[in-house]
């Protein structure tokens, strides 16, 4: 039967799973140039977003949205005295981490949210009706909904698609590829995961302390959303970088919530009861 | 030093990124903590302008200490050379030179020549000081020379005495360079020089901008040479240039002082009345310049065809003669004063990428026309209408042509990039419209003024008639729809020279005759194009990631290193095994390596100088630097430069302090443009009490013609701002992102204020100086506009190449906007 109803509604196999792809984004490379920023929303026509400066050193990108799949961070750094000891100007460019156990996907009541061959998370813009669920889903702030005016239809989800339509080609995504020092490598994800497991042996054993990986399997991080398969070397801890230590996913929790609703609603009740129930 | 690399050559930053991921040690010298800081192992602060201290104090730290590469400095610099009795160091006469006439402002440089009898280009080198023509020739002897280095006039001696004083403490005081940090960059830079390991300077127009850039490089060129860095992998002096071939365009060149490959561009004031006496006086005896008249020749034949002959003195007398300086800043200042009728504006934006912006744009309202050829609607092309002066259109009596330019991928062309490179690059699409590349516009401009003149029979004229103009293909090209573009590759072809009799290309400048059987646009370029369909420009193999001999075409023949001979040891030998490059081979007779020698092929490491030669065959086969006069690296220069034989310390012209070292404040030679429109802070101006320096940032392009109009390049960085320290932000009480406004003698701007600990304070003697830092990005037009910080720098002069200062000037800042 399922058969015949594939047949009859023209339903297309799901093309064959392929070796999972992704983005090792190893921050001690980043000079903080922006053309990836560029370089996506020329490959992926997404327009300018205003002109505005921000006055947060020279970060006047803001966060990611539904209209910015790439954003570098700059964060300065220094001892407030006249000598500026330990003065450093990290940078890193933030992106759809494409969580092995995505929160977006999980809560899309649709299907517009997938999972392609690549195990990236992509979002068919056909099927997605403006919900918005995935967007306080994401433990990262990831996605975002198209604004009123734009060349989106208003309200639809956005973000990073790994560059999807070149993958079909073969093609490296257009950050990874603008990127002049290597700061952003795109591959295989269990490859990327060794070399970036070397790389940090190499920066630790350079003195660089404070050097750390960001959603490794093996990293706390990943416990409830899984290994991120764009993962970062970062040069201080995860929240200097606006990452969250423990990312959640909602599942996880959600038990609990309703629990603590359920409880909620019967207390309202009994305390309804208890006042209103009186009067009679 | 000088460069912000990271941020304005982000695509080469890659491999100096490589290069510290090995292992090496990467030093920023800046007065900002930038992206290069950043990505940089060692920041190390330095106050804008006091770059020659710095140097000078390394080169001090190295002598001092005996830590000069002994064997390179005695065989392959001039260290050892005797100076004329005449000369009067710097040290001993308050901070100036011998030779110096006050009332010209300017230098006879005839003591600082090598002792012993006259020598023939001692006389007209002061007047010929063209980039690369330095030449004193040891032609009629050999120059007196102590090997023992103890001869109190010896170069050695002198420089010795005159960075002295020049001392890690005296470091700190000049330059605000923390001691220890200073001590830090010269040990890393003694530790990674020598036999075993080389290190490498970078400059760019952080340098060049100051009224003394050129002997910025010269310090940085002592230094290298003390260290054994010059002609050897990993060595060198990189001049990172500002625009994608700006390289190309000094070669080519668009300088009002030179012809085509570095020839002297002759002139009324030197006297090259004839082509005869034009060359001699030109060419050296002595090194590769003495193949002048080759060059000259050729390039007349390529310029005028059969009308050259030598009966005619191949057309010489066609060439405008310079009548005096007509740089851009010397020619801006008279057209203010309204004495200029017509301007040409190609790929650039004076009113708004020029020092002093108002006295720019009001020398643009005293043109009867001009004419503007861009990408875009510069500020320079809509200054009648929407410059801040608010000028009534119709009261502008200039009239103003727009012409729509193609963009490089519009185009065929080459570039030619930082380390010599041609690389050619194909069109991929018709510009649009109207728009038509730069070539098309030359070419048809010169193609209609010729029919003009066509019957005119004024001497003045005649040049132009006679111009060969002949690069339109000979089959159109039917995939575009523009049919009549001129060649590039046809120029290109003029470019590398052929010979007269059967038009047949030539291999390299080896072959050009100063008969007038050959023709070489410019001869520096020959060997781009040897053969029919033999571009070499085109090459693309990748090669050994090594120096990839096959990858483009590199001029002086293909060469990738200069003065490659030093990198082994007189007898030929490689310096060491690690660093070898090139190097001379016995058993086949000849040098060969990894590079193409810069040396002649043949020449023994123990050839004798010829004494009664010319050329190279003055030098022994041990003089590794082929284009001096005697095959040295000059660690002093007695000719080629106008503002002294070694670089010396200055303050800039404005400058909220005294000079520390000497009683001379600031350069003696640059030009300053005393007018009523262009005042200059005395030094310590109270009323000005803060240094400014200008920049560029990653996210905009120069005057921002082309990333002002590009949405995605402006949202990066949308508005004007100053970078300013917490600290002068407390003292005047201004916070993150208030409006400021700046304000030099000349000018004042409103901004927003980017507060930051990447700017600091610097202390000098227990004084604190303030120095904010501005981008110089913005204009009137684009999709993102702002204050144009050139509106505040001065006009001046660099003597040598006639660059304007500003990474060093002086200004005020307040909290609040201009009106």
Known sequence: ?280 | MGSNMAENHPVGFRWPMKARERGATIIHVDPRFSRTSAAANLYVPIRSGSDIAFLGGLINYVLSRDLWFHEYVLAYTNASSIINEQYVDAEENGGIFSGYDPKSGSYDNASWAYAGPPQEANEDAAAHSGHGMEGTSPAKHQPARDETLQHPRSVFQILKRHYARYTPEMVEQVCGTPKDLFLQVADVLVKNSGRERTSAICYAVGWTQQSYGAQIIRAAGILQLLLGNMGRPGGGIMALRGHASIQGSTDVPTLFDLLPGYLPHPSVIKGDDTLEKYMRESAVRGGYWSNLPKFMVSLLKAWYGDAATKDNEYGYQWIPKLTGDHSHVTTSAAMADGEVKGFIVFGQNPANGSPNGGLQRKALTQLDWLVAVDLYETETAAFWYAAPEGWKPSDIKTEIFLLPTAGPAEKDGTFTNTQRLLQFHDKAVDPPGDARSDLWLVYHLGRRLKALYRDSTRPQDQGLRHLTWDYLPERTDRRWRIRDEPSAEAVLKEMNGSTVADRKLVADFAALKDDGSTACGVWIYSGVYPDEGKNMARRRVKGDGWVSSEWGFSWPANRRMLYNRASTDPQGKPWSERKKYIWWDPAQGKWTGFDRPDFPETKAPDTPPKADGTGVDLHSGSDPFTLKADGRGWLFAPSGLKDGPLPTHYEPLESPLRNALYPRQDSPVAKRFPRKDNPISPPGDAEYPYIVTTYRVTEQYTSGVMSRWVGWLSELMPEMFAEISPELAAEKGIENMDWIVVSSRRSQIECRALVTQRMRPFRHNGRVIHEIGLPYHWGYKGLVTGAMANDLVPLSEEPNVYIQEDKAFTCNIRKGRLR
């Not at chain 1, 799973?17 to 490379?29: E, Q, W």
């Not at chain 1, 140039?33 to 977003?49: I, M, S």
């Not at chain 1, 505005?52 to 970060?59: F, P, Q, R």
């Not at chain 1, 404070?210 to 093996?218: N, Q, R, T, V, W």
Request: aromatic fraction near 8%.
């Open chain 1, 1 to 280: 039967m399922i058969d015949t109803y594939k047949r009859l509604m023209n339903v297309e196999p799901p093309p064959p799973a392929k070796k999972p792809r992704g983005f090792f984004t190893d921050t001690s490379l980043c000079i903080g140039c922006k053309a990836c920023e560029v370089a996506c929303k020329q490959w992926n026509r997404l327009p300018a977003d205003g002109f505005a400066m921000t006055g947060n050193s020279y970060d006047n990108t803001g966060s990611l949205g539904a209209t910015t799949w790439r954003h570098v961070q700059f964060i300065e750094q220094a001892k407030a005295n006249s000598s500026r000891q330990d003065q450093r100007w990290l940078m890193m460019s933030d992106v759809c981490k494409h969580c092995a156990n995505a929160a977006c996907l999980e809560a899309c009541p649709t299907g517009a949210l997938i999972r392609t061959e690549y195990d990236t998370v992509y979002v068919q813009q056909d099927i997605c009706n403006g919900c918005g669920f995935c967007v306080p889903a994401c433990p990262f702030g990831v996605i975002d909904r198209a604004p009123k005016h734009g060349q989106f239809e208003p309200g639809t989800a956005h973000k990073c698609t790994l560059c999807y339509d070149r993958l079909k080609d073969d093609m490296t995504p257009a950050c990874a590829k603008s990127c002049p020092t290597a700061s952003i490598q795109f591959g295989d994800v269990e490859e990327l995961q060794q070399r970036a497991r070397r790389r940090l042996a190499e920066l630790k054993a350079r003195g660089e302390t404070k050097a750390e990986l960001y959603g490794m399997p093996e990293g706390k991080e990943a416990a409830e959303v899984g290994p991120l398969h764009a993962f970062f070397l970062l040069l201080d801890r995860p929240q200097t970088y606006n990452l969250p230590e423990l990312p959640r996913l909602p599942r996880k929790t959600m038990a609990q919530r309703y629990g603590w609703s359920a409880a909620v609603g019967v207390g309202f009740a009994l305390v309804g009861a208890l006042v209103f129930g009186r009067r009679r």
